[in-house]
């Protein structure tokens, strides 16, 4: 077995043993990176030389003084702000945007002995699910490369897919960390919110976003986020939950676990494939010992609109930063003020950035901001009380990722369809639970994700779940034996 | 409910977002359906619903008052392409 098609508890395992040593794994991560990344594009940024100087100071630490993620490579989503590192969101506004500080979760990867190799491509600022609006490349779907990889954490599932790195970091607003690991066949995890810091994570909606981890199996996710959780001083809206050890129930049988299926989730708009995949993920947990009933969701069917409302109205405030003076595009030529602020947003957004923002901007404004965004919070309560009803009976919500597999770069999702997409991501986000996908099969040599909703600070009866179904259908290895141009 | 060229001139000024007369024709359509779609939302019952603001309902979060960990002036301008004086350089625009 290669070193880059191996798991990151492999990998890990082979580099305490002394196996292999950290430079010759970040070796091997570059070049791999050198021979698919020209097909995939994920990456913006690549950090050989830093990474190989840092490779060589892990080599030299004692024994003692190694971290959980020692050695291990990691791919970053280039909306995560890295010292000295550029960091562009894909965005022509941050083109050359050199951060001079760490995010927390950087800091806590440092410290965990991990090595960056890079950032990876993403949707301009977040906002999209196929990361065709960045403003760099697009990036391709490691299985087929005519399609997207999903977005917005588009680079990250396709650089982990591809087996460049085993672990990433991407970011999750309305579903863009599950969408794309759904549509790369991996792991990625949205955890609660305020599980993870989001100092140093550029702020697109504040009380939705969540950095989370993306992998090829379920124990990598688990340390991952190990790794990378806790209440930071620098982030107001970080949890004071205790950080508990994610994989201690990882094994564990789900006999007698109570799991909750919304028929909203199964309803029209899901592809055929996708439901039957999905169906047949729902009997083999059934065969694990768990009990499986129809819930309902009334509100959910609300989730896009919501979700549109706000995000786009919280976006409108946090992009007012975005004015040319201090970093980020700055428009020449300009006569006046309010013409430098003008000039420098419009150069610097994209299409898709500037209509969010218009639209917040009106959702915003006196006339609208009672009826339209206020009433939109109002009924993100109802939809976040309607699932925290659900988990009163039960452990676990279940359900596709996306209401198809990976479409071609040149199409659009539309009607119910792209509305399915959203109901089935975003309530998670509204109500701040953990949500997570993990592969359940392939249609037509594209991976389906299943995705599972647990209750707030629950990840580790999550990891638990997608842990036994992972080894009941030994899922990981299939997909590694077929995933032929994936990891070819 | 319409969105009209003027309607996109007027929320950009707001938003400090130079929009062209191609915006305009670009945006208003794509606003237009944006405004339709959520409208929906404008009809629902939420009588006695509070309004939902945070992903995770913390109160006021405090820390002693005393300053740590603050980047220096230098390191804070390491990065901005023209400074003076510990300032970072910007067009005479007044």
Redesign the interface.
């Known amino acids: 077995m290669t070193i880059m098609n191996q798991t990151a508890a492999q990998l890990r395992q082979a580099l305490q043993a002394g196996d292999v040593t950290v430079q010759e794994v970040v070796a091997a991560s570059f070049e791999r990176l050198e021979k698919v990344d020209p097909q995939i594009q994920a990456f913006i940024t690549v950090t050989k030389e830093e990474a190989m100087k840092r490779a060589e100071e892990l080599d030299a630490l004692d024994a003692s003084a190694r971290g959980p993620l020692f050695g291990l490579p990691i791919a970053v989503k280039d909306n995560i702000v890295t010292k ?1 590192v550029k960091t562009t969101c894909a965005s022509r506004m941050l083109e050359n ?5 760490d995010a927390t979760v950087m800091n806590k990867l440092e410290e965990a002995g991990a090595v960056m190799i890079g950032k990876v491509n993403m949707d301009e600022f977040a906002m999209g699910s196929t990361t065709t609006t960045s403003y760099f490349f697009e990036t391709k779907n490691p299985w087929d490369v005519t399609k997207v990889p999903g977005g917005s954490s588009g680079g990250s599932a396709a650089a982990v897919a591809a087996g460049i790195a085993p672990f990433a970091l991407g970011s999750d607003t309305g579903g863009s960390i599950r969408q794309p690991a759904a549509f790369c066949g991996i792991v990625g995890m949205k955890p ?3 599980r993870v810091s989001r100092l140093g994570l550029v702020a697109f909606a504040s ?2 976003d ?1 950095i989370g981890p993306m992998t090829r199996t379920v124990e990598d996710n688990a340390m991952l986020l190990q790794a990378i959780a806790g209440e930071d ?1 620098y982030d ?2 970080s ?2 939950e205790d950080v508990p050890n994610f994989s201690e129930k990882i094994g564990q049988s789900i006999e007698g676990l109570k799991i909750a299926v919304p028929k909203e989730f199964l309803g029209e708009g899901v592809a055929a494939d996708v439901k039957a995949s999905v169906e047949a993920a729902i009997e083999q947990l059934k065969e694990l010992g768990a009990t499986v009933e129809e819930v309902s969701l009334p ?1 959910a069917k ?1 989730a ?3 979700y ?2 706000i995000a786009s109205a919280e976006a ?1 405030s946090n992009f ?1 930063r975005y ?1 040319g ?3 980020g595009h ?1 428009a020449e030529g ?10 420098s ?2 150069e610097g ?1 994209g ?1 898709e950035v ?2 969010r ?3 917040g ?3 915003l ?1 006196a006339k609208h901001h009672e ?2 965004y ?9 939809i ?1 009380e309607e699932l925290a009803s659900v988990f009163e009976s039960y452990d676990v919500i279940v359900g596709p990722t996306a209401a198809t597999t990976a479409y071609g770069l040149d199409e659009k999702q539309e009607g119910l369809t792209a509305y399915m997409n959203d109901v089935l991501t975003i309530p998670a ?2 109500a ?1 639970l953990p949500a997570m996908s993990v592969p359940c099969g392939l249609s037509e040599g594209l991976p389906v994700g299943l995705q599972l909703i647990g209750k ?1 600070f629950d990840e580790a009866t999550l990891y638990q779940v997608a842990a036994a179904y992972e080894e009941k259908t030994s899922l990981y290895e299939q997909l590694q034996a077929l995933s032929g141009g994936a990891n070819a | 409910m319409t ?1 009209t060229k003027e ?2 001139l007027y ?2 000024e ?6 062209d007369e191609a ?1 305009q024709q ?2 208003a359509p ?2 237009e359906e ?2 339709q ?2 409208n ?3 009809e ?1 019952d ?1 009588e006695g ?8 309902q ?1 109160v ?2 405090m ?1 002693e008052d005393e300053p740590n960990n603050v ?1 220096s002036r230098d ?2 301008l ?3 392409e023209e400074k003076a004086d510990g300032m ?1 350089v ?2 005479n ?2």
């Open positions: 000295g945007f050199i951060p001079v500080y609660t919110y305020g009380s939705l969540q001083m107001a809206s949890a004071a509100h609300y896009s609109e919501v549109y409302v409108s007012s004015d003076i201090r970093y700055r300009v006569e006046n003020l309010s013409e430098l602020y003008r000039q947003r419009k957004f299409e500037k209509k923002l218009l639209f901007t009106y959702a404004s009826p339209l206020v009433q939109a919070q109002k009924v993100r309560r109802l976040a986000n509204l701040g707030h | 969105f309607d996109v929320f950009a707001f938003a400090h977002i130079g929009v915006d670009l945006f794509q606003l944006l405004v779609f959520t929906v939302l404008r629902i939420t619903v509070a309004p939902m603001t945070h992903g995770l913390r006021n979060v820390r980047l390191e804070m390491s990065t901005v970072i910007v067009p625009t007044f």
